[in-house]
């Protein structure tokens, strides 16, 4: 029973990190890659579609987050949280970098 905690707090981390750009994009009113755009998160979708998409991965990380019962310190769940926060992150930073500089096919 435990181990289904442990997931949600990753995936709680996941979905909070996800929403950040998608947010930040949709209320700048900013054209960002989601899964919706074509080619799938390469193209760009319009601002509307990142702020809906940002809230619903801000809504799946917050039910996670109060679910799963994420407390802050020194403990394995927390440790969890950040992961999936980190690892969403730098897999992010990756892939946007290379959508910017080009080295994604855009067609």
């Known amino acids: 029973m435990m181990i289904r905690y442990y997931i949600g707090n990753f995936f709680a981390g996941l979905f909070l990190c996800n929403a950040i750009p998608h947010l930040a994009s949709g209320l700048r009113g900013e054209r960002f890659p989601t899964p919706f755009a074509k ?26 987050w ?10 394995l769940g927390f440790g969890l949280f950040l992961a999936g926060f980190a690892l969403i992150g730098v897999l992010m930073a990756r892939h946007f970098e290379a959508v910017r500089l080009g080295k994604k096919d855009k067609s």
């Open 39 to 64: 080619p799938h998160g390469v193209g760009l979708s319009s601002a509307r579609v990142n702020f809906v998409w940002g809230f619903v991965n801000l809504v799946a990380g917050m039910v996670l």
């Open 66 to 75: 109060s679910v799963s019962g994420v407390v802050i310190g020194l403990n």
